[in-house]
């Protein structure tokens, strides 16, 4: 689970980034209507199919990508956070400005899913038609890891709002300044831990089990691709 986002430490970081006093000679925001703080698993794209030499297949996705490899096949879905913010500016005392947004929206999940077949299995429709549907096995926990962070981690993601509501800045366009890298600080120290569980949910998926059944599918087509591979 993630580490509570501490509201101090947030605070310092940006108006220490920013040039600003030191924390305990700002004065908090007071007088803000209430914000809506919305956070949703990102809807998954369909799976964009395909082929590829089998030898090329263990370069076959990026670094940040969570990746199943396969002798036959890879499937990879990058991961990311996406935010929507409504500012809202609320006047206070002494010319100060802040920023109270109506509503922020914190997406996290994946934009790009690829299966990556290798070229050899593309002609047996059987073995073909396996490897997509275990693909989608390995989308499912992807989707179901993403909740359960999602449910885990509501409440460190309302702190960090909270926080950043009691920024007061010169201008408007200042406290919508401190918002944006205020939430990006927030969604990459999010990222760290969720990249984690993405990796042990997807590891999960391949039991021996689960591959000794892949293997024998279709007559044992797949094992036969691999064999052919692995011993050339």
Same mark, same amino acid.
């Given at each position: 689970?993630?580490?509570?986002?501490?509201?101090?430490?947030?605070?310092?970081?940006?108006?220490?980034?920013?040039?600003?006093?030191?924390?305990?000679?700002?004065?908090?925001?007071?007088?803000?209507?209430?914000?809506?703080?919305?956070?949703?698993?990102?809807?998954?794209?369909? !799976?964009?199919?395909?082929?590829? &030499? @089998?030898?090329?297949?263990?370069? +076959?996705?990026?670094?940040? $990508?969570?990746?199943? *490899?396969?002798?036959?096949?890879?499937?990879?879905?990058?991961?990311?956070?996406?935010?929507?913010?409504?500012?809202?500016?609320?006047?206070?005392?002494?010319?100060?400005?802040?920023?109270?947004?109506?509503?922020?929206?914190?997406?996290?999940?994946?934009?790009?899913?690829?299966?990556?077949?290798?070229?050899?299995?593309?002609?047996?429709?059987?073995?073909?038609?396996?490897?997509?549907?275990?693909?989608?096995?390995?989308?499912?926990?992807?989707?179901?890891?993403?909740?359960?962070?999602?449910?885990?981690?509501?409440?460190?993601?309302?702190?960090?709002? !909270?926080?950043?509501?009691?920024? &007061? @800045?010169?201008?408007?366009?200042? +406290?919508?300044?401190?918002? $944006?890298?205020?939430? *990006?600080?927030?969604?990459?120290?999010?990222?760290?831990?969720?990249?984690?569980?993405?990796?042990?949910?997807?590891?999960?998926?391949?039991?021996?089990?689960?591959?000794?059944?892949?293997?024998?599918?279709?007559?044992?087509?797949?094992?036969?691709?691999?064999?052919?591979?692995?011993?050339?």
């Amino acid at each position: 689970m993630m580490k509570p986002v501490l509201a101090a430490c947030i605070a310092w970081g940006l108006l220490s980034s920013l040039g600003r006093p030191a924390l305990g000679m700002v004065l908090e925001c007071a007088n803000l209507p209430p914000s809506k703080l919305l956070i949703y698993n990102i809807d998954m794209p369909e !799976a964009e199919e395909e082929l590829a &030499p @089998a030898a090329s297949l263990a370069r +076959a996705a990026d670094k940040t $990508d969570v990746v199943a *490899r396969h002798t036959m096949a890879v499937f990879t879905r990058n991961v990311v956070g996406q935010v929507r913010i409504r500012h809202r500016e609320v006047p206070q005392s002494g010319g100060k400005v802040c920023n109270a947004p109506e509503t922020v929206t914190i997406g996290f999940g994946s934009t790009s899913r690829k299966l990556i077949i290798a070229d050899v299995v593309a002609g047996n429709a059987c073995a073909r038609r396996e490897l997509i549907e275990h693909e989608k096995a390995h989308s499912i926990a992807f989707n179901a890891a993403v909740d359960r962070f999602i449910e885990d981690n509501g409440t460190s993601l309302r702190e960090g709002m !909270a926080a950043l509501k009691k920024m &007061p @800045a010169d201008t408007f366009q200042q +406290a919508t300044a401190m918002w $944006d890298s205020g939430l *990006r600080l927030i969604l990459d120290r999010a990222t760290v831990p969720l990249l984690t569980k993405l990796g042990d949910a997807n590891s999960a998926v391949d039991t021996p089990a689960v591959l000794k059944a892949l293997g024998e599918a279709c007559e044992g087509a797949l094992r036969r691709f691999e064999n052919r591979y692995l011993y050339q």
